[in-house]
């Protein structure tokens, strides 16, 4: 019984439609990431990228270690940290590069329950730009993006 409901939700998972530009724009960042940390990508034991480290030290403690809403304190809050895993199954699958930046940085005034800080001075650096040619781009500071390319790595699509 418990097999066969296994079986189904296994299926279910095939059958899921796919979104092939998404997917692509997706594997587009991880084949950049990837290209970006060449030393990294050579050492015995790789370092995490600079923005699975800043999310370590700065949002897993409320979004959680995988990015599913369930960090250490997460319980305690009075609005639950969302699901970062999701943000662009939610958004019709597309991950929106600035609408994530904004909630991360600068942007004020959006929380109602004022619960996620302000990460302005922690993720400055020189502007960058990332997203591809025939995708979205963003244009922010280097720390922010690597954070956001980061949690863009996470989604589940
Ligand atoms: C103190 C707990 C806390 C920390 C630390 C925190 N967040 Fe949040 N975050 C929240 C809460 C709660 C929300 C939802 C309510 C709100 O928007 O205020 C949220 C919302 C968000 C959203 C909007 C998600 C959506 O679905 O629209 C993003 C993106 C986000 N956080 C990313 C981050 C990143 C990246 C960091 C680390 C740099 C971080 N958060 C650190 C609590 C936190």
Not at 21 to 44: D, H, I, T
């Amino acid at each position: 019984m418990l097999r066969h409901t296994q079986l189904k939700a296994e299926e279910a998972a095939m059958i899921q439609p796919t979104k092939p530009a998404a997917l692509s724009a997706l594997l587009r960042v991880m084949m950049m990431a990837a290209f970006a940390l060449p030393v990294a990508a050579c050492a015995p034991e790789p370092e995490p990228s600079e923005g699975a480290a800043a999310y370590r030290d700065y949002c897993a403690i409320c979004h959680g270690d995988r990015g599913t809403g369930d960090g250490a304190i997460a319980r305690k809050l009075a609005v639950p940290p969302p699901d970062l895993t999701t943000i662009a199954a939610r958004n019709g699958g597309v991950f929106p590069l600035q609408q994530v930046a904004a909630s991360v940085y600068g942007y004020t005034g959006k929380h109602e329950a004022d619960l996620m800080p302000e990460f302005s001075p922690l993720l400055d650096g020189p502007a960058v730009t990332i997203g591809g040619p025939d995708e979205q781009t963003a244009r922010m500071p280097q720390r922010l993006a690597d954070v956001v390319l980061y949690l863009q790595s996470l989604q589940r699509l």
